[in-house]
């Protein structure tokens, strides 16, 4: 069939791009670094990423997508080996803590923001 200006069937519309998080949504190299911190001090990860304001499963997320040979996963099993030590030290100490997340000075997990 030979279609014509006037008898062609119109274009299919292009698919609309999905909304961008709100700033601040997401991990970046701060709340990595807050993260790995925190889960040092905490030895928990739920507690860490809720730290943070992201969730236990967005933490294993980002480790997975990074791989387990990559410098934040590295980094996360000492910080969690340091953080369960302290725990077993003092149990109490970890519910009473606060996570202030520090300014990062370079992507050193290389999340590229």
């Known amino acids: 069939m030979t279609y014509t200006a006037q008898s062609r069937p119109p274009a299919a519309a292009a698919p609309a791009a999905a909304p961008s998080p709100p700033a601040g949504h997401g991990w970046t190299t701060r709340k990595a670094l807050a993260f790995i911190g925190a889960l040092a001090d905490l030895g928990m990860v739920s507690r860490a990423a809720r730290g943070v304001g992201m969730s236990r499963q967005s933490a294993y997320a980002l480790r997975a997508r990074l791989g387990e040979g990559s410098l934040f996963a590295r980094v996360w099993d000492d910080a969690l ?12 100490r ?4 606060r996570v202030t997340p520090l300014p990062p000075e370079d992507d050193v997990f290389g999340l590229g923001r």
């Open 81 to 92: 080996r340091d953080g369960a030590a302290l725990r077993r030290q003092a149990p109490r």
């Open 94 to 97: 970890s519910s009473a803590r």
